[in-house]
């Protein structure tokens, strides 16, 4: 029964070294990072998802463009920039050919690749923008799944050595008296593997994701941009 007492999980943590102690805490605060990141960006490509998948609805239903255009900076007004990535992207590639056709109207020989060479960098520059921010905090998912398992298992090495030299001292070792050092340093590695487990199922989930959008990004880019070459001749 006292061996019971002593292997609970509170009492092993409590009973471990502190320099173990420090490695849980550690692990813990990682832990709850990573799973607020993960609920972040679950919902941070949920959201991006819907709003592709609406704006691609109404570009392809064969609205006016200039008439999409202005109601898209309308909207992103009126909801303080809260508009998707793609129709961010394709306000930056129209907002600059309008501006080039300005800057050519009432020329005979106007660059039509001009026209669309701007605008194409417009979008591709802010593609890159809406691709930092989905990729935001990715990295840290990936770190935490490759180096928690380490950190707990540090952690637990240096547990078990102090369990072992505890034994020197000992006139004679059993298994009772070993297992409780033993077990309280493989809390570390447990807490661990809690960390990095579901902060590499999301990473790996999350870099699907966002590979997906950015093939539709794309997609749409060259799209628009056979769309603009025809109106511009």
Request: aromatic share 10%.
């Amino acid at each position: 029964m006292t061996v019971t007492q002593d292997l609970s999980f509170v009492s092993m943590i409590s009973n471990a070294s502190v320099l173990v102690q420090l490695v849980m805490l550690l692990l813990a605060l990682v832990s709850a990072m990573s799973w607020t990141y993960i609920f972040r960006k679950m919902f941070a490509i949920r959201n991006a998802t819907a709003q592709t998948t609406e704006f691609e609805s109404a570009f392809w239903s064969g609205a006016n463009l200039n008439t999409l255009y202005e109601e898209a900076t309308s909207s992103r007004r009126q909801r303080s920039g809260q508009s998707g990535a793609l129709e961010r992207i394709f306000e930056a590639g129209m907002e600059e050919y309008r501006k080039a056709r300005l800057t050519f109207a009432g020329k005979e020989n106007k660059d039509n690749s001009a026209l669309l060479d701007g605008a194409r960098r417009a979008m591709r520059a802010a593609y890159q923008r809406e691709m930092d921010a989905l990729e935001s905090h990715l990295a840290f998912l990936a770190s935490v799944g490759s180096v928690s398992p380490y950190i707990g298992l540090f952690g637990t090495v240096w547990g078990i050595m102090n369990a072992f030299r505890g034994l020197s001292n000992v006139q004679q070792a059993t298994l009772a008296s070993v297992a409780p050092g033993i077990a309280e340093a493989l809390v570390a590695t447990a807490i661990g593997l809690f960390a990095a487990i579901p902060a590499v199922v999301a990473y790996n989930r999350y870099s699907h994701d966002i590979d997906r959008l950015a093939i539709r990004f794309e997609s749409f880019i060259e799209e628009f941009s056979n769309i603009l070459n025809r109106q511009a001749r």
